[in-house]
């Protein structure tokens, strides 16, 4: 098993923002990245995004220019799981879809060295679960990031029900060498920060349901009153509704209490497409 010096190769899956956000930070820690994504679109914008935000903290003065390109020059795209054989640590980032996840599993366990490790970028998905689909449920972890991944300074670390020492201190040291904080989790619906998270947000959908307040006024009152950077409905645009939705969910069947029963504006919000930044249009409209 790869210690977290060892840790060269990194293969990243999925290349939306998520995947996108983690290769630059492997990259940047210098690590040669896979980038895999099925869809080609994907991948061209992902370079493209990732290039931009690389260039930008160049010229910011953040990062050297020749650190800049060297770090775009790492990452390689990929389109087969096949690609990521000599991976040393395979992160994934695709679709917050048990079954979906369940199935890269079982097809990285084959493809990838003995050694490698599997992490996952689930923000509420049972890492134990993920890891009962491999015969390597001691190598399985979740590494849950948080969105814009180059800027937040956390990586929430999620220990499955076998993920040994030696795998959790070598990605805890890695995400340390990726210049991020770590807290550890145990494997409970919604971790730390979502546990957390999706019942503030939750509770903002009930305040507008029931007309407590506008909209604005409810995101004012938390970033003006408890200095939050965002409120939490102008959050929850940011992250998707579709991801809060799902996250509540996990929440509300996994701990069996009505208190994470999802708003049924929120509900609503998500049935009618209105998915929040990433459409357009969420709690609010994006031009
Ligand atoms: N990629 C890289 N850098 C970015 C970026 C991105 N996508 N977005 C912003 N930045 C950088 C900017 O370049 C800027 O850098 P400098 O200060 O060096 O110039 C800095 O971040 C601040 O950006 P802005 O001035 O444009 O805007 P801002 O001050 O409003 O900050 C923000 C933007 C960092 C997103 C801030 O609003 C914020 O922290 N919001 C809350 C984000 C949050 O809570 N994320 C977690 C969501 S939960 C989650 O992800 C997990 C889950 O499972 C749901």
Redesign the pocket.
């Known amino acids: 098993m790869a210690t977290a010096s060892e840790i060269a190769a990194v293969g990243v899956i999925g290349a939306g923002?998520?995947g996108s956000?983690i290769a630059?930070l492997a990259a940047g820690g210098g690590c040669a990245v896979l980038l895999l994504d099925a869809d080609p679109t994907a991948l061209s914008r992902a370079v493209v995004?990732i290039s931009a935000?690389l260039r930008?903290?160049a010229a910011?003065g953040?990062l050297s220019q020749a650190a800049c390109e060297d770090s775009i020059k790492r990452i390689r795209c990929v389109s087969a799981v096949q690609d990521l054989r000599d991976a040393d640590l395979v992160i994934e980032a695709v679709v917050e879809n048990e079954d979906v996840k369940k199935k890269l599993f079982v097809e990285l366990d084959k493809v990838t060295k003995p050694s490698a490790i599997l992490a996952s970028n689930t923000?509420?998905i049972s890492v134990t679960r993920l890891a009962s689909a491999t015969k390597r449920p001691s190598q399985v972890i979740g590494m849950?990031?948080?969105?814009?991944?180059?800027?937040?300074k956390l990586i929430e670390v999620i220990r499955g029900a076998d993920t040994s020492d030696e795998v959790f201190a070598a990605v805890r040291s890695f995400s340390e060498r990726l210049g991020k904080s770590v807290i550890c989790s145990q494997d409970y619906p919604g971790f730390i920060?979502?546990r957390i998270?999706?019942p503030m947000i939750n509770e903002a959908f009930w305040a507008l349901y029931t007309g407590v307040a506008t909209k604005e006024d409810i995101d004012a009152g938390m970033k003006l009153g408890t200095n939050?950077?965002?409120g939490p409905l102008q959050?929850a645009d940011?992250?998707?509704l579709d991801?809060?939705l799902s996250?509540l969910r996990v929440l509300h069947s996994g701990l069996g209490d009505n208190k994470y029963s999802p708003c049924p504006l929120l509900v609503q919000y998500v049935d009618a497409g209105r998915l929040g930044k990433k459409r357009g249009v969420g709690v609010y409209s994006y031009g």
Do not use: D
Not at 144 to 152: L, S, Y
């Open positions: 923002q998520m956000g630059q995004s935000s930008r903290l910011k953040q923000s509420s849950h990031f948080f969105n814009p991944p180059p800027v937040m920060v979502n998270l999706m939050h950077p965002m959050l940011f992250i998707g991801v809060c996250v």
